[in-house]
Every structure is written in C-alpha cells, then in structure tokens.
C-alpha cells in the first residue's frame, strides 16, 4: 500500500525551463571571465551551444555547491563566497522572473486527489531550500508538502539522508513509498522504493528505461500506480 510519493521538483513538478540558463548568463555577467573559459564552463556544467541543457549534468542534476565549485575554477573568488553569490542570485533571479515557474500539468488536482487518497507529499531537490519553498508558495501549493528535503539542509542526492529522516519521521518501508524523478540521481536516490521516470524534465526514455519500467509522461498520471 502506498502511504507517500516524494517529487523531484524541477523537470518533475516544474518545467525545467531556459530561465535556469538565463540565471547562469546573467550570474557570470557580472564577473571577470573571457568567453573562451565561458564556453568552457557551460560545457562542463551541461549548458549546450543552442542553448539546451544536457539531462544529467550538473545543472539538471546537481546542487548550487556543485555549480559553485565548476565556478571556482574559472573565477579569481573563494569557493564560500561563490556560494553565497549564487544562491541568493538564484532565489532574486526566481523572484524577479516568476514567469519561469511553470507546471509540469495541473498540481493542485493532482495534489488534491493524493491527499484525498491519504497520501504524503514530499519535495526532495537538487536546489536549495529557499528556492523550492518560493516555488510552491508562489504556486499556492506549499500547503500540501508535508516535507521539502533541500540540498542545503540534508546530503544532496542519491544520498539517502533525507529519505531515511522522512522514513523515520512517518514511519514508512521503501515499497510503502513512491519516487518520481526525471534524472539518474533521482532513480538511483529511489532504488529501494517504487521509482517512476516522468518524461518531462530533461531525462530521455531510453536514459530511465535503464532504471525503471514505469515511465509517464508528467506526474498527474502517476495516480495510476495508487
């Protein structure tokens, strides 16, 4: 019996959308970098030439530290303070161009139908947990999450520490719980529970077939597996 389902939050829940990109543009145009190391860096974080982002590199993937630290190879600053930079630059950025927070499909139904069905919600992110908690506020769906497990606040994924605090927490067996993702960090993070791939964030079928044989195309229709 399913008790929980735990989302990946952007490419899962929230369309993983070119603002991503454009905030990583506009992060290093306030820096010193020639436009040789630029490419450089975007080739190595998964920003492609046309502008796409490669599934499973590290700014589909990863978390600000893994971006922070890519950064500091390139950048004449210490690795905290690019930290720092950058998530506030990423949760102002998000702010100023809430546009960007899209959907994947309708939330609040889906939302609505897993807690009529009894079920907990949880968010477990690759990003930060301002950003995350903007996102489902912004949307008017903070309401449903019972739990956000944040890159800032547990081991980032496939680290288990997070699952296990929320397992604990709710007292809950992996095959109690379902976990929806769109990356390889996402299933591996779920291989003990149910792991569904959804198809459209930035993971390929033939990439979650290797890990999964239940793939949707958005979360709404993960209610068929209740």
């Excluded at 139904?109 to 079920?119: H, N, P, Q, T, V």
């Amino acid at each position: 019996m399913i008790k929980a389902i735990l989302f990946d939050k952007d490419g899962t829940l929230l369309e993983y959308t070119e603002g991503w990109v454009d905030s990583i543009v506009e992060f290093l145009e306030e820096k010193t970098i020639d436009e040789d190391k630029k490419k450089k860096l975007f080739k190595e974080i998964g920003i492609r030439e046309d502008g796409g982002v490669e599934e499973n590199s590290i700014l589909s993937s990863e978390t600000a530290m893994d971006l922070a630290i890519i950064f500091s190879k390139y950048l004449d600053e210490d690795l905290d303070e690019i930290y720092r930079e950058l998530d506030d630059h990423l949760l102002n950025y998000l702010k100023e161009n809430n546009r960007f927070i899209r959907e994947t499909c309708d939330l609040r139904s889906l939302f609505e139908a897993l807690k009529d069905r009894g079920i907990l919600i949880g968010i477990f992110t690759s990003d930060n947990y301002r950003q995350a908690k903007y996102s489902m506020v912004y949307l008017g769906l903070d309401s449903f999450i019972d739990f956000y497990a944040a890159a800032d606040i547990y081991k980032k994924k496939p680290n288990k520490e997070s699952l296990e605090v929320f397992k604990r927490k709710y007292s809950l067996e992996d095959q109690e719980i379902i976990i929806v993702g769109d990356s390889r960090v996402d299933m591996v993070f779920g291989e003990d529970t149910i792991k569904v791939g959804v198809l459209c964030g930035t993971g390929s079928r033939e990439m979650l077939a290797k890990y999964t044989d239940n793939i949707i195309d958005d979360p709404s229709q993960v209610l068929k597996f209740l």
